[in-house]
């Protein structure tokens, strides 16, 4: 089993967020960033894998230097080497130039499985998967929450809409997008940070490409960010207890849609 | 060395990260991860209970927490001082008895058996006790015998095949869940030496200690030594002398100096956190000079704090580190934290004496971390003697 994992760091969950001046991304000096969440997932699911039927686990990361920690993180996990993109040409590409850049390189690559997580937390599109498994003419299947990997086939659990669930098998190689909750990630743990050390990490560059930063323009890109503004409302639901409790059901399950 | 993207979680106001390692740095949030996600969800119920996290024991060995700074050969990660002092610090974020396990298992067990054992001894307790399959604990300190221990009375006598060892030990930690106790005893020759007690030894017994107010999370126990028979091999052959226990004081000394900075980030974190959203007179209480007052005390304390650790850290790596100077960084790294922990205290008004919140945990913590391991007067008296050269210890 050789398995790529794409892992994007973004600002960790619970961070206050500020809008830069530009109005167009946030504010990231005070920022702490971390693996995204669902990446995670995918990363500990093709670490069991590898345990479970031997081989290798890549790790690729696109972004800034500072995303150096989260290759650094995944090699500490149980990664065998990574790729990371890095040049600052790469920045501001849209999901398809990104699934562009990562499959020049992947092609390159024999591989039996793609893994990333459902979507990033920060832009929340989902698309890279997809994209990449277009570009690379492979089989996908998103929202992942159970894998079985017979002889030769991937199969899978895929989550639908309203509590549905659908199982899927494809041939290999093939792209997963994993749902957060599938397995339970691990830490690093010392010896793996110690280990850490000696793996490789390939730097790639724009000009490693073969391609120049014209031709991946971006087809979309965001016009304006920001934060919702509260509107606060409180409704009194009145009447005896038992007229109260009606109401409050008619409403957490008419309105909220909560039960 | 990192660069400035690359940084710990957490409090560093005067950019510390720009002199650590990315493994350093990589050591530090796995620590913190680990005790968010395994810790902090359990620290409260054992607390309460007065009783000690052991569901976390084999968790500990897989993450590599015990034993970190030996060799691979023996089952440790070889961690650097620096690293190991930013793991003592998530640690003790965590909990005082937490970190207090771990400090009492690498740098009061692990340690000695590394430095003063025979190849036998090294080989049989030292990857057990990495993996936390066999835990151990320290016994120096008696009823009769606390901040001077040239006074200790356990004696050792020799035998036709061995040692016999009587006496009480008190105030040991691990005590009664130890599968092996490195006892300090007293031989014929009025010499101290160590040796390794195991639990099922004839005539040795560690009664639990309850009604702690402190480290409630973690095991406290005496040592009854009633004629215990310990034969030549459990010997700690290189330890003769108070040199030895002493030395293994300097190595957990420098572990607490660490870990009272976490104690410490935990209580000025939680402040902050509810300085900003708590709200009287119409304005968060950060609003108020009072409060800003207590928060930058605690921030720049803590920055103080952690780098007189890191220098220490790497006057350790290089072998340059004297015991007078880990005195220094106990006494105030461990005051410092208990002042950080009594402001927050104030700061969180009736929420500070509730544990919902870390802060009170704390500094309930900090009062035995304060007396342990050197009480904050003997650590003034070593300085003291060190710079005026005279010791005024009696
Ligand atoms: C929770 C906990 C865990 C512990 N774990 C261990 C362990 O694992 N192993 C172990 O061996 N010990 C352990 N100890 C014991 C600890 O190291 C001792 O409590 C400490 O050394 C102080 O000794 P004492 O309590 O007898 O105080 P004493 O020595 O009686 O001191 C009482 C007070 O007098 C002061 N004092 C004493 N002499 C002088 C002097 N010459 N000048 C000025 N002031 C002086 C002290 O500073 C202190 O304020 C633990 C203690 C606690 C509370």
């Given at each position: 089993m ?9 600002a ?6 500020k ?15 971390t ?14 894998m ?7 686990v890549?790790?690729?990361?696109l972004?800034?230097e500072?995303?150096?920690q ?5 090699l ?15 920045a501001?590409l849209?999901?398809n130039a ?5 499959a ?5 690559e ?19 998967g ?14 992942v ?9 991937i ?13 899927v098998e ?14 339970q990630?691990?830490?690093?743990s010392?010896?793996?940070i110690?280990a ?10 724009m ?5 120049t ?23 009194f ?6 007229e109260?409790?009606t ?13 | 060395?990192?660069d ?12 510390l ?22 810790v ?10 007065e009783?000690?996290?052991?569901e ?9 927490f015990?034993g ?13 001082a ?7 610090q998530?640690?003790?974020?965590g909990?005082s ?7 009492v298992?690498?740098?009061l067990?692990m340690f000695?058996?590394?430095t003063?054992?025979?190849e036998?001894q090294?080989?049989?307790?030292l ?13 120096l300190?008696?009823?009769d015998?606390?901040?001077n ?6 004696r ?39 040796f ?8 040795f017994?560690?009664p ?7 480290l ?41 100096a ?20 708590r ?5 968060p209480?950060a ?6 007052e ?5 921030l720049t ?25 880990v ?7 461990v005051?410092?934290a ?6 927050a ?6 929420n ?5 919140y870390?802060v ?7 009062e ?27």
């Amino acid at each position: 089993m050789k398995i790529f994992v794409l892992i994007k760091q973004v600002a960790a969950q619970g961070s206050v967020v500020k809008i830069d001046g530009d109005g167009r991304w946030v504010e990231e000096t005070n920022l702490v960033f971390t693996a995204n969440e669902s990446d995670n997932y995918a990363l500990e699911e093709a670490l069991l894998m590898k345990e479970a039927h031997g081989g290798e686990v890549v790790v690729c990361t696109l972004g800034p230097e500072r995303a150096r920690q989260v290759v650094k993180d995944a090699l500490a996990k149980g990664a065998d080497r990574a790729i990371f993109f890095r040049d600052d040409q790469f920045a501001d590409l849209d999901s398809n130039a990104l699934g562009e850049v990562f499959a020049r390189i992947l092609r390159e690559e024999e591989f039996d499985l793609i893994l990333s997580g459902l979507q990033a937390d920060d832009t929340g599109e989902a698309e890279l998967g997809p994209i990449l498994a277009q570009k690379l003419n492979l089989p996908h299947v998103t929202m992942v929450v159970e894998t079985e990997l017979p002889d030769g086939v991937i199969k899978v659990k895929q989550e639908l809409e309203g509590g549905w669930f659908r199982f899927v098998e494809a041939d290999l190689p093939a792209l997963l997008t994993i749902q957060s909750g599938i397995n339970q990630p691990r830490y690093a743990s010392l010896k793996g940070i110690m280990a850490m050390k000696k793996k490789e990490i390939r730097e790639i560059t724009m000009a490693d490409l073969g391609i120049t930063a014209a031709e991946l323009s971006a087809m979309q890109s965001i016009t304006r960010l920001y934060i919702p503004e509260k509107i606060k409302e409180t409704t009194f639901i009145e009447g005896s207890a038992e007229e109260i409790a009606t109401k409050l059901v008619d409403v957490l399950s008419n309105e909220a849609k909560v039960i | 060395m990192g660069d400035r993207s690359f940084r710990i979680r957490g409090v560093d106001y005067a950019d510390l990260s720009t002199l650590l390692s990315d493994e350093e740095i990589l050591i530090q949030h796995t620590a913190r991860e680990f005790v968010a996600g395994e810790v902090l969800p359990i620290i409260n119920g054992h607390h309460r209970h007065e009783t000690f996290p052991g569901e976390l024991i084999p968790r500990l060995g897989e993450m590599g927490f015990l034993g970190a700074t030996i060799p691979a050969e023996f089952g440790g990660a070889e961690l650097g001082a620096v690293a190991y002092g930013l793991l003592n610090q998530e640690l003790e974020r965590g909990d005082s008895g937490l970190r207090s396990f771990v400090s009492v298992q690498t740098a009061l067990c692990m340690f000695p058996i590394f430095t003063y054992g025979s190849e036998e001894q090294k080989q049989r307790w030292l990857p057990a006790m990495s993996r936390g399959e066999a835990i151990g604990c320290f016994g120096l300190t008696e009823p009769d015998v606390g901040s001077n221990p040239k006074a200790l009375k356990t004696r050792a006598v020799r035998t036709t095949d061995g040692w016999r060892l009587t006496g009480t030990k008190m105030w040991i930690t691990n005590g009664s869940i130890a599968d092996l106790a490195i006892v300090w005893a007293r031989d014929e020759q009025d010499q101290i030496r160590g040796f390794i007690v195991e639990k099922d030894f004839n005539g040795f017994s560690a009664p639990l200690m309850k009604g702690k107010f402190s480290l409630r999370a973690s095991v406290t126990s005496e040592l009854v030594l009633d004629g215990v028979v310990v034969p030549d091999a459990n010997v700690l052959p290189g330890a003769v002398g108070l040199s030895a226990p002493l030395s293994c004081l300097t190595q957990a000394r420098y572990s607490i100096a660490w870990g009272v900075i976490g104690a410490a980030m935990a209580c000025y974190e939680s402040s902050l956190k509810y300085a900003s959203e708590r709200i009287q007179f119409g304005k968060p209480i950060a609003s108020f000079q009072l409060t800003q007052e207590k928060l930058v005390w605690m921030l720049t304390e803590i920055t103080k704090a952690q780098l007189l650790a890191h220098q220490l850290g790497r006057l350790k790596e290089q072998g340059q580190l004297r015991f007078q100077q880990v005195s220094l960084a106990k006494r105030n790294n461990v005051w410092m934290a208990r002042e950080c922990a009594r402001l927050a205290r104030e700061l969180h008004g009736a929420n500070g004496i509730i544990d919902e919140y870390p802060v009170m945990r704390h500094l309930m913590n900090l009062e035995a971390v304060l007396t342990y391991e050197g009480t904050h007067e003997m650590h003034t008296l070593i300085i003291g003697e060190d710079i005026t050269g005279i010791g005024a210890f009696d």
